[in-house]
């Protein structure tokens, strides 16, 4: 603080920011009364000595960074197994408490949801080749694996938005080129596999440290913006399919027999037809002409008569009722989600209930089309047990043959750029785990859990099911869930972090309880579309909270005198933060531009492309600028005595 003073004290211009710079170093300055606190929150005398000591007087012990070289073939790796294998015993025995059972139960939860959200989505995109079936069993099967045997198992596997959208430009491209599209995510799995051991073998993770805030914020906004496009233009899709109109099902003669109009006896061909609807199969219809039926097929109206049938697709309140739906789920999750830091009911009332925000919106909009049986809206394809989600035309083993050779050695491209993904995704995971404020004891594993995700999804791949990698924003809140937080700390101060309970059970048992839900069949078969596109709006605009990127733009459009006092503002001039927020937009802008167009497989080629960018702006700007404006550690700045989980991680899914 005395240097950050001293700096400021320099470069003062005018008396004005001297002042400022005096009063922001008494506001840090606490002077603490004789009290009983805890003395955790206290720097101990022997630390406090070896601060103290000049060059020469002692030697304080290497910190064991898991991100440096040994310049070694798998170095990485060995140590992460080195520094892990001493506690394994411990990580089972430090699980076995109500906390870490009740974290499970919360994880349990979100990870369902997550499974649900994006195996939905992906059936839609995939024309359900790849479902909630496929994404419930490798959510398991990934997560029992990872539990046992990762390097840091506060970690959370799970289908994640941008793989998601990947997988949905990859069947695209198959699709245009007559490719069988599960049998190239095979050979994707395969290749994954060996990059992952290419990688670590020369030590690859150390890399992660190239990827600061400015490629991080790029790529979190991406994902958010198209969670909320993705969100609406579904919404568009339903109202383009059932639009609105005065009156329904009118049929203007398009079926092959004729009515007789029953008042002038003169043949009408039906041009209009009121039916009554309730919860039958067969509906009998009373209009113009003789009597027909009615049938429900998959949301469309099929009018049968003995001259022919019509199909009908506009549905009466469809649109109304699939918009309530999505709209409802995004506003009790977002509602709640800010209730969790009120100041309403006792601390763990209202932190449970913006925990469990996303599930009880959920339960709620279903209970709602549950109750409004007349009005249709799309559901869940979900088959019955363990049947894969086309049990007609795929097995839980697909066979990589039915592509030719040269578009399996081809498959390595794809591959290496989902493997860009999941580096990202993974190892920016946990680096926010690995936050030194956590104050974990027993280490990481970045090099040993990137090669465990990537053979992992070798198997997902051979299994036809979605890739695998650290959910972000489930992960951190599963930290939060063991993190025990003080109760006595000094008046006006934040509580503190008194221990994370590093352990495995918790993340085991949230994978075990995924998997049982595969036999919920009869319940998701319940949940409607419409409720998922109302889960990934929610994502995509709580997504938005932690990107630094999104509050500088925001100061586009506010006058100098309101800008916020957080370091970007402070250490750099306007003009050069608006050039540094400007350069981000335009990156933003290639990649939204990239991810529309056929080079959508190549959009992960064009993310990576930013950090040599983001090495060249040192010609622009100071060492002390891009610090302030690229700091790698978060800028909390509300008043919440705890962040909430989308603002810590920084990246959704």
């Not at 920011?17 to 003395?39: T, Y």
């Not at 999505?326 to 009790?332: D, V, Y």
Request: glycine share 8%; with cysteine; proline share 5%.
């Amino acid at each position: 603080m005395e240097k950050h003073f001293h700096n400021i004290a320099y470069k003062a211009a005018e008396k004005k920011e001297l002042l400022s710079a005096i009063n922001e170093f008494l506001d840090d300055s606490i002077v603490l009364p004789p009290g009983n606190w805890e003395r955790k929150a206290l720097i101990p005398f022997d630390e406090l000595k070896a601060k103290t000591l000049l060059p020469g007087d002692g030697k304080k012990p290497p910190h064991d960074d898991p991100l440096r070289r040994t310049r070694k073939p798998f170095g990485g790796m060995i140590n992460d197994i080195k520094r892990r294998s001493p506690y394994y015993i411990s990580d089972f025995i430090d699980g076995l408490n109500f906390p870490c059972f009740a974290a499970a139960i919360f994880i349990y939860f979100a990870a369902l949801s997550g499974a649900i959200t994006f195996g939905g989505l992906l059936g839609d995109k995939t024309e359900n080749w790849i479902g909630i079936s496929e994404t419930l069993i490798a959510t398991s099967f990934s997560g029992i694996i990872f539990a046992f045997f990762s390097g840091q198992p506060l970690v959370i596997v799970g289908a994640t938005g941008p793989l998601l959208l990947y997988d949905e430009s990859l069947y695209s491209f198959c699709a245009m080129n007559n490719i069988d599209f599960l049998a190239m995510r095979v050979w994707i799995g395969v290749w994954l596999g060996v990059i992952a051991l290419i990688v670590v073998c020369v030590e690859g993770s150390v890399l992660v440290k190239m990827f600061t805030r400015f490629t991080q914020d790029i790529f979190a906004t991406l994902i958010s913006l198209l969670f909320i496009y993705e969100s609406l233009l579904k919404l568009y899709q339903v109202f383009r399919k059932h639009p609105l109109g005065v009156s329904y099902c009118t049929i203007g003669g398009l079926i092959t027999g004729n009515g007789t109009d029953n008042d002038t006896g003169v043949s009408n061909g039906w041009d209009s037809v009121g039916y009554s609807s309730n919860n039958s199969d067969v509906i009998e219809l009373e209009g113009y002409g003789s009597n027909f039926s009615l049938h429900m097929d998959n949301g469309t109206i099929i009018i049968e008569d003995e001259g022919g049938s019509l199909h009908l697709t506009n549905q009466p309140n469809t649109a109304l009722l699939c918009t309530i739906l999505a709209l409802g789920t995004f506003f009790i999750a977002y509602y709640l989600r800010q209730f969790r830091n009120s100041n309403f009911l006792g601390r763990s009332a209202r932190r449970a209930l913006g925990d469990f925000g996303v599930p009880i919106a959920i339960i709620a909009m279903v209970s709602m089309d549950y109750l409004i049986p007349d009005t249709y809206t799309e559901k869940l394809m979900v088959p019955e047990g363990l049947s894969p989600s086309r049990p007609d035309a795929r097995g839980w083993i697909v066979s990589p043959t039915t592509i030719e050779t040269w578009v399996a050695f081809a498959a390595v491209v794809p591959a290496l750029l989902i493997y860009i993904l999941l580096f990202m995704e993974t190892h920016i995971c946990e680096l926010i785990i690995d936050n030194k404020d956590r104050k974990l004891r027993k280490g990481s594993g970045f090099h040993l859990d990137i090669v465990l995700v990537c053979l992992l999804n070798t198997g997902c791949g051979i299994l036809g099911a979605p890739w695998m990698c650290a959910a972000t924003v489930r992960s951190v809140a599963h930290v939060s869930a063991v993190t025990v937080m003080s109760r006595t700390h000094a008046p006006g101060d934040k509580p503190h972090i008194i221990e994370v309970k590093e352990q495995r059970l918790s993340a085991l048992v949230v994978s075990v309880l995924v998997g049982v839900s595969v036999l919920m069949a009869p319940l998701l078969r319940l949940v409607p579309i419409a409720v998922l596109f109302g889960v990934f709006l929610y994502m995509g605009i709580s997504s938005t909270n932690g990107i630094q990127f999104i509050d500088r733009l925001l100061l586009f459009f506010m006058p100098v005198k309101h800008h916020p006092r957080v370091p970007y503002v402070r250490r750099v001039q306007t003009m050069k933060m608006h050039l540094y927020t400007f350069i981000q937009l335009m990156c933003l802008v290639i990649l939204w531009v990239v991810k529309s167009t056929q080079a959508a497989l190549a959009f992960p080629f064009f993310l990576i492309l930013m950090v040599p960018l983001r090495i060249h702006l040192k010609h622009c700007f100071s060492t002390s600028e891009l610090h302030a404006l690229d700091s790698s550690e978060a800028e909390l700045d509300n008043e919440d005595d705890e962040p909430d989980f989308y603002t810590q991680a920084r990246l959704p899914g």
